[in-house]
């Protein structure tokens, strides 16, 4: 199927019936597989032939998802994970282990910094974080011979800092490591970040990808670009793994070793699986995924518009606005087009922010973002209230930032609401 358009992928990659097969893909709602001899399930035990065991390594239905997936992203494999966050904690990992390091982009989603600065260092794995006024020096100061990886996000959860994602490839790639790259705002239909160098994608599928704020899941993507081998820096992909009798994955799986990696030894041990029926949930989202992004991306920038242009908003930030900082990357990475996600603050600061969003009625006050319903969150008194005061101001997030997640609605009704709670401001 590689010469479909993406809108297409969307409805016909994955699942594909043999005859008299039902249609639509199925839930297999199993957690085994039976063989017919007990030596077929050994081999599938060493790896050395293809086909499920367990569903917390892998499921038909699952694997359909994975592969639409793969196929909108342009990579090698994917694999799903029951969370975005068991996503970010997996594809870091893969590849770095105690006493190592990576560079994260300081403008990253506030769970993620919790993860990547408490947990990880934590487990002796630390992140250090490249802000967005730093030069390509500073960036490459913060390498050391122990740096395993450079981690961003194409659009920035809530800051919506475009991702100079050529920029993060080329620096990663002088180190010989990969870049990895949030994708969830962004979607495969706005931003195909292996087209620009990246070597690893993950996202919350829980955005839009599900689009319907139904069900929470993650997945990682592998460009199978990156050469393992050549870097010299990741003995756990090039020597052998004594937990499968001495597989060695870039010998045995090529350019799909790293993916191969992450299910059969980190999915096997640490156990963070999706459910069948949230992957076929997921796989509902997916088919309109391309449709919603367009509506998402004209409302949203409806919506930033309105604000600009409105005597109560002192700041409007949407990187679709031709006038904004954000708006030559935004050309380059995302084809001048980007989320529903539009972030701003009102005059009178974080007690007028309240009242606003009190008096919204169609839009509603909830900590997701990013699906069909038009809703809106105070990221520094929720979602980021865990960070400090400097985190925050380099995170790019305001204490009078509010993040509007602009649904699919009709934008007269979206416009109205707002209208009618800033004149009660
Ligand atoms: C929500 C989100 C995550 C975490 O995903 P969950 O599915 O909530 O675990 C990671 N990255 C970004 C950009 C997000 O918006």
Not at 200 to 221: L, W
Not at 230 to 244: H, I, M, Q, R, V
Not at 285 to 292: I, P, V
Not at 298 to 303: I, K, P, Q, R, T
């Amino acid at each position: 199927m590689k010469d479909f358009h993406v809108e297409t992928k969307c409805i016909q990659e994955g699942w594909k019936p043999e005859n008299g097969e039902a249609r639509v893909l199925p839930i297999y709602q199993s957690t085994t597989y039976k063989y017919d001899s007990g030596e077929h399930l050994g081999k599938l035990f060493d790896l050395s032939v293809p086909g499920h065991m367990y569903t917390r390594i892998s499921n038909p239905t699952v694997s359909c998802v994975e592969e639409k997936i793969a196929a909108l992203e342009g990579g090698v494999g994917a694999l799903c994970t029951s969370s975005g966050q068991a996503a970010s904690l997996l594809a870091i990992l893969n590849i770095a282990s105690a006493g190592e390091n990576f560079i994260s982009c300081s403008t990253i989603y506030g769970g993620t910094v919790n993860l990547f600065a408490v947990t990880m260092k934590r487990m002796g794995i630390e992140v250090r974080f490249a802000t967005p006024d730093m030069t390509d020096a500073e960036i490459h100061a913060l390498f050391d011979d122990k740096t395993r990886l450079v981690f961003g996000e194409t659009i920035a959860n809530p800051a919506l800092e475009v991702l100079d994602i050529e920029r993060f490839a080329g620096i990663a790639h002088a180190h010989s490591v990969p870049l990895v790259v949030d994708n969830t705002f962004a979607t495969p239909i706005l931003c195909r970040p292996f087209t620009f160098g990246a070597d690893i994608v993950i996202h919350s599928t829980t955005k839009y990808m599900d689009g319907h704020a139904s069900v929470v899941g993650g997945v990682i993507v592998d460009s199978g670009k990156f050469n393992w081998e050549a870097s010299g820096k990741y003995p756990e992909l090039t020597t052998p793994d004594e937990s499968y009798h001495g597989v060695v994955y870039t010998r045995d799986f090529g350019a799909a070793a790293y993916i191969t990696k992450a299910r059969v030894q980190l999915m096997r041990d640490l156990g963070t699986c999706p459910q069948p029926l949230a992957m076929y949930i997921l796989n509902l989202g997916l088919e309109t995924l391309a449709l919603r992004m367009e509506r998402h991306y004209e409302n949203g920038l409806a919506v930033a518009k309105y604000l600009a242009g409105h005597d109560k908003i002192t700041w409007v930030k949407n990187p679709a606005l031709s006038d904004s900082d954000q708006h030559e990357k935004c050309v380059k990475y995302l084809g001048g087009k980007s989320c529903g996600v539009v972030s701003f603050g009102v005059k009178g600061g974080r007690d007028a922010a309240m009242q606003f969003m009190n008096h919204l009625q169609l839009a509603q006050i909830v900590v997701h973002v990013a699906d069909a319903r038009t809703s809106v969150l105070h990221p520094a008194s929720t979602t980021h209230r865990q960070l400090t005061d400097q985190q925050l101001v380099d995170a790019g997030i305001g204490a009078d930032l509010i993040r509007m997640s602009v649904g699919i609605e009709n934008i007269n009704d979206i416009l109205a609401d707002i209208e009618n709670a800033l004149s009660a401001v």
